[in-house]
Structures are given as C-alpha cells and as structure tokens.
C-alpha cells in the first residue's frame, strides 16, 4: 500500500472521495471480470497474480518507466511467481478458496505455473482483443475518476520533479498500473480495517455504493454529506436485494445469499422494509469507519500523486 500523504481537500469532501471511489471501484471490477470472463473474486486473484510477478521491478528505482512505456512489458524472464498461499493471504481468503479459483485462470490460460510450484501471469494475455479493450477501457475510467476527483478539489500535491521529459510524458499503460494496484488496496484497506474475508468486503462496498448512489450523483446532496462528519441520514439510503448484489459482482446467489448473512451477524448492515440491505447511519458514524474515512482519503491522494508522476495532472 502506499505511504500516507496528507489529503490537501480544500473543505473536507472525504466521505464524498469515498462514495467517488466506490462506483469507480465497482465499475472497474466489471471491467476486469468482464474482459477475463469470470467472476469478480476470480478477477481479483488475477490482479493480484500480475501486480505480485512484477511488484519486484516496481520496487526498483526507474523500472516502471522501462516496462510502462507504450507497447513495453517486463520480459518473461523477469516475471517472479507467486505461491497460491501468498495470494490467499494477501486477499485474505481461505487457501481452498483461492486454490480454485487459480484453478480456474489454469484452465482458461490466464495464469501458468512457474518456478517453485507458484503461478505467473502469461505475457500472450496482453494481446487477447478482449484484454486489449479492457486496458482501454479502465484508462478511460481512471481519466474520468480523476477527473472527478479534481472537481472536489483533490488534485496532485506538490512533489519532486521529473527527472526526464520521459517521466513527464502521458504514459498510459503506468496509469493503467496505478489503477490496478489502487483497486488492490482499496480490497486491502476495507477488508483489514474491518476485519472481513474478500467477498465480505466486496459486499459490503456494493451494498454502501447501491445505498447511496443517488446522493453521489446529486450535487446538492454530495456536496451536502461530503465530509466526514456529514452522514447521511438512514431516510436517504435506498435499499439493495441480494440478487442485484449478486449480478453487479457477478457472483452466484447462493454466495451472495451467504455473504450478506454473515454481514447481517456482523452488525455491519441491516434489512429494510422491502427486504433489502443498507447500511445504517450508525454504522457509519463508528469512530474506526471515520478512520477508515480518513486514511482512504490520504491512499487516494497518494493515488493521485502517483497519476501525475505518470503524467495525468488535472487541475
């Protein structure tokens, strides 16, 4: 995850940075699912497969700039496998959980096996047509999710400069990259921060994201509950069937189904009276949620940073 920078929000719009993130993490979650033909828990071990072959390169002072390039990708060679094991843990699954559905990117060709018994991502992936679009596509989404982080006032703070005119120019395929390891982090704040399995936390983001969707595409009321103390009030939530969760997350019912019971036992949301489930006012004025709140505005700030060192600056 990247390091904490300071949020420079001019009033405090985070929990409107929240609901922001939200749809554009449920929007890029179709994207990946859709182009892989699969559902989103298995997307997301895909993700995170790549982001573990390569994160050693990423580490490397100036080895993006040498593998994002247009057209450019790391070698084979350079790919490191990762275990079944560590990537349950990352995703925090159960490790019979996240051996099937590696079992399922074996059998469409989306990962192999490499040195040490773990899974590497296949560099002939890249040019399926499907997978194409889908790089087009997420560059889209991230412009737009940028953009509209810039219109709340959530725009780059200032930082090193370039070193070359290379790393000032528009580089897509880091953007793209960004994106991703953003998407990652967004499953690793949510599920930590509130001690819940991949798909607990799946749930519960759609299930906040559908309540309140109406409010983050109004702008008197996203601007009238932007701030982190500005809550709102359980008469605006609209409720979400379990089915609907199920379709947008392309999960079976029955896992669905189950999920959202154990999210009911948790306390974390409740039913309505059609049926559906929301998340309550009191839930969201928790103090760890505020924190919650808090620290994704500075992982999206960081975001933000990091898409105008790959050359997308909004102002």
């Given at each position: 995850?990247?390091?904490?920078?300071?949020?420079?929000?001019?009033?405090?719009?985070?929990?409107?940075?929240?609901r922001l993130a939200g749809d554009f993490f449920l929007k890029s979650a179709?994207?990946?699912?859709?182009?892989?033909?699969?559902?989103?828990?298995?997307?997301?071990?895909?993700?995170?497969?790549?982001?573990?072959?390569?994160?050693?390169?990423?580490?490397?002072?100036?080895?993006?700039?040498?593998?994002?390039?247009?057209?450019?990708?790391?070698?084979?060679?350079?790919?490191?496998?990762?275990?079944?094991?560590?990537?349950?843990?990352?995703?925090?699954?159960?490790?019979?959980?996240?051996?099937?559905?590696?079992?399922?990117?074996?059998?469409?060709?989306?990962?192999?096996?490499?040195?040490?018994?773990?899974?590497?991502?296949?560099?002939?992936?890249?040019?399926?047509?499907?997978?194409?679009?889908?790089?087009?596509?997420?560059?889209?989404?991230?412009?737009?999710?940028?953009?509209?982080?810039?219109?709340?006032?959530?725009?780059?703070?200032?930082?090193?400069?370039?070193?070359?005119?290379?790393?000032?120019?528009?580089?897509?395929?880091?953007?793209?990259?960004?994106?991703?390891?953003?998407?990652?982090?967004?499953?690793?704040?949510?599920?930590?921060?509130?001690?819940?399995?991949?798909?607990?936390?799946?749930?519960?983001?759609?299930?906040?994201?559908?309540?309140?969707?109406?409010?983050?595409?109004?702008?008197?009321?996203?601007?009238?509950?932007?701030?982190?103390?500005?809550?709102?009030?359980?008469?605006?939530?609209?409720?979400?069937?379990?089915?609907?969760?199920?379709?947008?997350?392309?999960?079976?019912?029955?896992?669905?189904?189950?999920?959202?019971?154990?999210?009911?036992?948790?306390?974390?949301?409740?039913?309505?009276?059609?049926?559906?489930?929301?998340?309550?006012?009191?839930?969201?004025?928790?103090?760890?949620?505020?924190?919650?709140?808090?620290?994704?505005?500075?992982?999206?700030?960081?975001?933000?940073?990091?898409?105008?060192?790959?050359?997308?600056?909004?102002?």
């Amino acid at each position: 995850m990247p390091d904490p920078v300071a949020p420079t929000f001019p009033p405090d719009v985070r929990r409107h940075v929240v609901r922001l993130a939200g749809d554009f993490f449920l929007k890029s979650a179709r994207i990946i699912s859709t182009a892989i033909d699969t559902d989103l828990v298995t997307g997301m071990i895909f993700l995170a497969i790549v982001r573990a072959n390569v994160r050693h390169l990423l580490e490397e002072p100036g080895a993006a700039l040498d593998y994002f390039e247009p057209g450019d990708a790391p070698p084979e060679a350079f790919r490191r496998p990762v275990s079944v094991y560590a990537i349950a843990r990352e995703l925090r699954l159960p490790y019979e959980t996240a051996r099937r559905h590696v079992s399922k990117l074996l059998a469409k060709g989306l990962c192999e096996r490499g040195g040490d018994g773990g899974v590497v991502f296949p560099p002939e992936v890249n040019d399926r047509p499907e997978v194409r679009q889908a790089v087009v596509t997420n560059l889209d989404a991230t412009v737009r999710y940028a953009r509209a982080l810039a219109d709340v006032g959530l725009v780059a703070t200032p930082g090193p400069a370039p070193d070359s005119a290379v790393s000032a120019a528009f580089r897509p395929r880091e953007v793209v990259r960004l994106s991703s390891d953003y998407f990652l982090n967004t499953v690793e704040l949510l599920t930590s921060n509130l001690d819940l399995d991949l798909v607990e936390g799946l749930m519960f983001l759609a299930i906040v994201r559908a309540n309140t969707l109406h409010v983050t595409r109004d702008p008197v009321l996203a601007a009238t509950y932007s701030g982190v103390d500005e809550i709102p009030p359980d008469a605006l939530r609209r409720s979400v069937s379990v089915y609907a969760l199920a379709r947008d997350l392309r999960l079976p019912y029955e896992t669905a189904r189950r999920h959202g019971r154990k999210l009911l036992d948790l306390g974390l949301c409740e039913r309505a009276s059609d049926r559906g489930l929301v998340v309550p006012t009191h839930v969201h004025a928790r103090e760890d949620f505020k924190a919650s709140v808090e620290a994704y505005g500075r992982v999206t700030q960081a975001f933000v940073n990091a898409l105008a060192q790959a050359g997308l600056v909004l102002s």
